[in-house]
Each structure stands twice: as C-alpha cells, then as structure tokens.
C-alpha cells in the first residue's frame, strides 16, 4: 500500500513540475507577444494618424470634406481588419497545457484501466 502512495506522490510530482514549466513558458510567450504587439500598435497609430493629417492638409482648401470622409472609410476598414485578423490569430491558437492535459488523461486511463 505504501509503495502505490509513493508511486502517486511522485507521479503527482512529476506532473506538477510539467505543468509548471508550461505555465512559465506560456506567460513568457504571452508577454513578449503582448508587448510586441502594444508597441507595433502605437507606432502604426501615429503614422496612420500623421498620414492622415497630412491628406487634410493637402486638401484643405479644395476636398477636405472628401479627404476626411475616405481617411475615415480607411481608418474603420484598417479597425475591421485588425479586428478579423485577431479573431485568427486567437482561433488558431495551440490549446494552452496541452503535454500536461495529455499526461493526466494517460494517468486516468491507467488507473481505471491497468494493463
């Protein structure tokens, strides 16, 4: 009887180590992507916005209603982009613990079923 709690104990163990090494995996990923990300957002914001004060001042005596209409077309159509662009990126994504999800299926499986 002992030897089957030493056997769980470091089962449980080994286990725990696993998941522990995902979660701080997974956290390193998620933060340099956010970051990455936050900091490609800024840049591209200030151009577009600089673009976009440009065009209107290019056109500000004959079209700025125009210029400002498309600019405005543009910005909402760069928005949606970027919205369907995420809803990609975050339906492709790999199932977060998935070696440790594995594994504790196995351990179940072993011990309702043991060969």
Known sequence: MWRLGLT???TLGVRLALFAAELDGELRVR???WFTA???????YTAILLLTALVVALFWETLRIAALGSL???????????????????????VPFEATLW?????AARMLWPT
């Open 103 to 107: 594994e504790l299926r196995q351990d």
């Open 72 to 94: 405005a077309a543009f910005h909402l159509a760069c928005g949606i982009g970027v919205m369907l662009l995420y809803r990609v990126l975050v339906a492709a994504r790999p």
């Open 8 to 10: 769980l104990r470091e």
């Open 38 to 44: 936050a900091v490609a957002a800024a840049v591209v």
């Open 31 to 33: 933060r340099r992507l």
